[in-house]
């Protein structure tokens, strides 16, 4: 009996599904192997590929076995196939065929939109590893150098994720799409990744974190939506990946976290009450408050950009195919098919912003959105106890969905991060203090030197108040190799 | 007075609310309100499949409290609250959660002068997913006799395999194996603790089995029973435990390894997991072994192939026929040099496995040439112990 729980390493590619006796997809993948290990080794920095880093590989899918963790040189990490166990009787919990068998195949009829919300979800996760590859050189310290490894590594396990189903359910189309998977670059003239939000290099290490924190948020927010999908192989492929990316909420959000922990440190240590005080607490060496929020707004209105339209006819045919579902499809009471539901919307009339009901089928993206907004605010609330515990008087929130929009109903008018209409004098004259400036990313680049003794944290960042896999504090994250 | 129990809780302030525990426990035991995720206390049997899927290790707290704190009191807090002296309760590197096989662990590693910490790198261990309630059907998967016919005694390395059910296991950790029966009052007897002589991916690497060396004790209840399956046959298994005699994953931490008899089980483990995982370990791995003669020293065969820089073997003999009676004491007493150099070393890590009666002369030798290199032994023991570098496991 063939095993599927446990990973397999009897061939060159670890996984869970029986490769080595599905001879046409094995032989497609390690065709495609070498490229991607080429991908690899051509993008993070030499010295780093030759250290041996602290990272957790899966060994099996059940939650006792996909979290060991050891010493491993990143180009030597086991990449692999990894699929969530089958659901015995699954049913299609969404659309027109909600509560039909789930498909084991793909439906002839629906074979392009899946493949295309394959290939979009794979372009993503290459992408940010690219967006990331100079980070290792500034790390705040071994600790957090070896959580960006982990994101890096993670995001291309789910690539290969991605790629396996390509090369599985979609013949000849689909191992094109997974070689122009590694033909994409981002930030590339000629070939661009395809969303924009991951055509931009991060920059800084706080950026990493709004950027884990509230861009790979959205990108947790569709493997859930692609984990109700009634297309099984999808469907257990993302649930397994929503286990890695906890991983990557949890870098985000303590990121984030330890750097304002540090500034109300350096604020109260030096008798500094006004957060205004932008001057004085950055002689300190640490970024204040302001400036945080300033990066927040622009990382959580990126993000909100990445679910698209607020009233979409892709999105609807999606939900009533049954290929992508909503979020917690399983714990929502309806019909679950949506017929006669509405949905309360965005949209502008004339330059007012007013909230109408439609269809709730075609504001499937905005209910995730919506969904997405909750899930992001619980972790402002946690900063701001951290803020109020160390006695400074301020509050993050989000800001209005209206703000700096790009996408949607709101794009292209000015309002500002109250959500409030305003003139384009005064959106010119609030931007300085709404969104970073170059001034501001000048500073906080100048804050990025790197710490690699173990134990030490850049000035500007507290130490985690708990080890990776409870090491203890000093505990050497990343073996750096020294040429 | 109600005995302390201990209950499994989660840090507010370390947990990001990702609810990854809550969806892979298997009998709903965690829940969330707008606040805190929290665990059931009524509910939680300690399956431990929460542990390794949480990314913040907020989830990995425990307290022994007289009794449990309610699921209110646990949403309403902000922090977690510090651990309530009772009984001396300490919960670092938890060897065993049932009483019988903490206490038999303590007992193995009392010769360490000291409570046992893990080392620095070491992997974190699995304990108690299966108990004497609830334990996991184990396979012969093979049987075989280590040591020679004409020998009197009877070593055997037997392969267990595990099928379907998880059991992950670090080298330096045991197992329990049921024996079959009934004592006095017709409750089943209590689980024997086996050290696994296979690494973490198993015998035969990611086959879901692991090995035990096993001798034959004269009318041993568990030990006979083991010896005398045959392949097919069926155990009852319970563990893993044990949290702290494992091996550290630096790959240049230098092991120095004690052993006689089945005592070697372990150091089997370690070296396999040396060989097949990290090629190019810059640490030197050091053996000195005891036994009466070469054809009742498990693994005689085998051992001699490992290659002398993986690791450096010392096979010494108390019964060999035409020559002088030596034990692994006055073997270390030749090597001095070699030891002396080990100990002043902060990556070596020094393990003792095997009868209890070794101990003795082991300790006197360290003492002996820690003195002739102007160090006391007890500091030397104890702060090596204390960094988790110090093991000792004689039965």
């Known amino acids: 009996m063939q095993d599927l729980m446990n990973v397999s390493y009897d061939t060159q590619i670890p996984n869970n599904v029986g490769l080595s006796s599905d001879k046409r997809v094995l032989k497609a993948l390690e065709k495609w192997h070498p490229g991607y290990i080429n991908w690899w080794n051509d993008l993070i920095p030499d010295n780093f590929q030759q250290s041996l880093v602290y990272l957790r590989t899966a060994v099996s899918v059940d939650p006792k076995g996909w979290a060991k963790f050891d010493y491993v040189k990143m180009p030597e990490y086991r990449w692999g196939v990894l699929l969530a166990p089958q659901v015995e009787d699954r049913k299609i919990p969404c659309g027109e065929h909600a509560g039909e068998v789930a498909w084991q195949e793909v439906p002839g009829e629906y074979r392009n939109m899946l493949k295309r919300l394959i290939v979009i979800q794979g372009d993503t996760e290459p992408a940010s590893v690219e967006q990331q590859r100079f980070l290792g050189l500034t790390a705040p310290s071994l600790y957090d150098m070896r959580n960006l490894f982990q994101v890096n590594v993670e995001e291309g396990r789910h690539l290969w994720a991605m790629v396996y189903l390509l090369h599985k359910y979609f013949g000849a189309d689909g191992r094109e799409e997974a070689d122009d998977l590694l033909r994409r670059s981002s930030g590339s003239e000629e070939a661009p990744r395809m969303l924009g939000a991951f055509n931009e290099e991060t920059p800084d290490w706080l950026s990493f974190f709004m950027f884990t924190y509230f861009t790979d948020r959205d990108g947790k927010m569709q493997l859930e939506s692609l984990a109700q999908s009634g297309f099984d192989p999808l469907s257990r492929t993302c649930r397994f990946m929503l286990t890695e990316e906890a991983h990557h909420m949890f870098v985000g959000e303590t990121g984030v976290g330890r750097t304002i922990e540090r500034t109300c440190q350096v604020m109260k240590e030096n008798g500094i009450d006004d957060p205004y005080d932008v001057d004085k607490i950055r002689s300190f060496g640490v970024i204040d408050l302001p400036t945080i929020q300033k990066k927040l707004n622009l990382h959580y209105t990126l993000s909100l950009d990445l679910f698209g339209q607020e009233v979409s006819t892709n999105a609807a045919n999606a939900f009533n195919a049954g290929i992508k579902g909503r979020y917690m499809e399983h714990r929502i009471d309806d019909d679950h098919k949506l017929t006669d539901d509405t949905y309360v919307v965005w949209n502008m009339e004339g330059d007012q912003a007013v909230q109408k009901e439609v269809p709730a089928l075609t504001a499937i993206n905005m209910r995730l959105r919506d969904d997405y907004t909750r899930d992001a605010s619980g972790g402002i609330q946690r900063w701001n106890k951290i803020i109020e515990k160390l006695g400074v008087d301020f509050k993050l929130k989000l800001p209005h969905e209206a703000f700096n929009r790009k996408i949607g109903v709101f794009s292209g008018h000015n309002f500002d991060p109250e959500g409030k209409l305003v003139s384009g004098a005064e959106y010119d004259a609030g931007i300085p203090n709404w969104l970073p400036t170059h001034a501001d990313g000048d500073f906080i680049q100048s804050l990025m030197k790197p710490v690699y003794e173990p134990g030490q944290y850049a000035g500007w960042i507290a130490p985690p108040k708990v080890g990776i896999d409870n090491k203890p504090g000093d505990f050497e994250y990343v073996k750096l190799h020294v040429a | ?395």
Request: proline share 8%.
């Open chain 2, 1 to 395: 007075m109600n005995k302390p129990l201990k209950q499994h809780l989660i840090d507010p302030e370390i947990c990001i609310r990702c609810y990854t525990c809550e969806m892979s426990c298997p009998i709903d035991a965690i829940t969330h309100d707008e606040n805190n995720v929290v665990v059931d206390a009524s509910k939680c049997n300690f399956c431990m499949d929460c542990i390794p899927v949480c990314p913040t290790g907020s989830i990995d707290e425990w307290r022994v409290v007289e009794k449990p704190y309610s699921l209110e009191e646990q949403y309403s807090w902000m922090e977690l609250p510090v651990q309530q002296d009772v009984g001396g309760a300490s919960e670092n590197g938890v060897e065993a959660l049932d009483d019988a096989m903490a206490q038999l662990l303590a007992e193995a590693h009392k010769g360490a002068g000291g409570k046992s910490r893990p080392p620095a790198s070491a992997s974190k261990p699995s304990v108690n997913l299966y108990n004497l309630a609830k334990p996991v059907v184990a396979k012969v998967q093979g049987n075989y006799r280590l040591t020679s016919e004409n020998s009197d005694t009877d070593v055997r390395h037997i392969i267990l395999d595990f099928g379907s059910h998880p059991f992950p296991v670090l080298e330096g950790q045991s197992i329990g194996v049921i024996p079959p029966g009934q004592d006095a009052n017709g409750q089943p007897l209590l689980p024997r603790l086996y050290s696994v002589s296979s690494p973490r991916d198993g015998e035969r690497p990611n086959y879901n089995n692991v090995s035990l060396t096993v001798k034959r004790e004269p009318n041993g209840a568990c030990s006979n029973f083991i010896c005398d399956r045959n392949i097919g046959d069926e155990l009852q298994v319970t563990g893993p435990f044990g949290a702290t005699f494992l091996m550290p994953n630096d790959p240049s931490a230098r092991l120095l390894m004690i052993c006689t008899g089945t005592g070697s089980a372990p150091f089997r483990a370690f070296t396999m997991r040396r060989q097949r995982a990290s090629a190019g370990a810059t640490g030197d791995m050091v053996m000195f072994f005891g036994a009466r003669t070469p054809d009742s020293l498990p693994y005689f065969g085998p051992l001699k192939k490992v290659p002398d820089r993986i690791l450096k073997k010392h096979l010494v003999f108390s019964r060999e026929p035409g020559q002088d009676k030596e034990y692994v004491q006055d073997r270390m007493r030749v090597e001095e040099a070699a030891i002396s150099d080990m100990i002043r070393d902060p990556r070596t890590h020094i393990y003792i496995c095997g009868l209890r009666g070794m101990e003795e002369g082991v300790e006197a030798t360290f003492g002996a040439i820690a003195e002739r290199a102007g160090l006391s032994w007890s500091t030397v023991r104890d702060a090596m112990r204390e960094d988790g570098r110090y093991h000792v496991e004689t039965y």
